[in-house]
């Protein structure tokens, strides 16, 4: 089995329980979640996005990597965190994808899904 990712996931996030949600959702509907990384930007000090965080990741190990900024102030600056994920991306990484801790997904094998269109274009986008 490949410890590559192929898959990236890309969000801000302040709410613990949709989090969890969302992380949640994602693995458990996943063919291979180790072939997926969740990349999140959290608030500096967010004590309870930190233990989410960790408590997730004792359930699926290597899934979830962060980063901590104060770089949102308004919503209108929830842009900028995404930048730096974009930097933290495995460089194996085929589909990128920014989403919100509001989705939850429930399409079975929805990775298998994604990685079907790998080549699917002739300029690989």
């Known amino acids: 089995m490949s410890s590559q990712k192929l898959i990236s ?14 992380v949640t959702s994602l693995a458990q509907n996943a063919n291979n979640f180790k072939l997926v990384e969740v990349l ?7 004590n309870k996005m930190l233990q989410e965080i ?20 308004s919503f209108i600056d929830a842009w900028k965190p995404l930048n730096l994920l974009l930097d933290e991306t495995s460089k194996s990484v085929k589909f990128i994808s920014c989403m919100s801790d509001d989705i939850i997904f429930k399409t079975k094998n929805w990775d298998s899904i994604i990685l079907k269109y790998e080549n699917s274009f002739e300029d690989n986008i």
Do not use: A, C, M
């Open 9 to 22: 996931v890309h969000l801000n996030s302040n709410k613990p329980e949709s989090f969890r949600k969302f």
């Open 40 to 46: 999140v930007s959290i608030d500096k000090n967010d």
């Open 54 to 73: 960790r408590s997730l990741n004792l359930n699926y190990q290597g899934l979830i990597r962060y980063i901590e900024t104060d770089l949102i102030k």
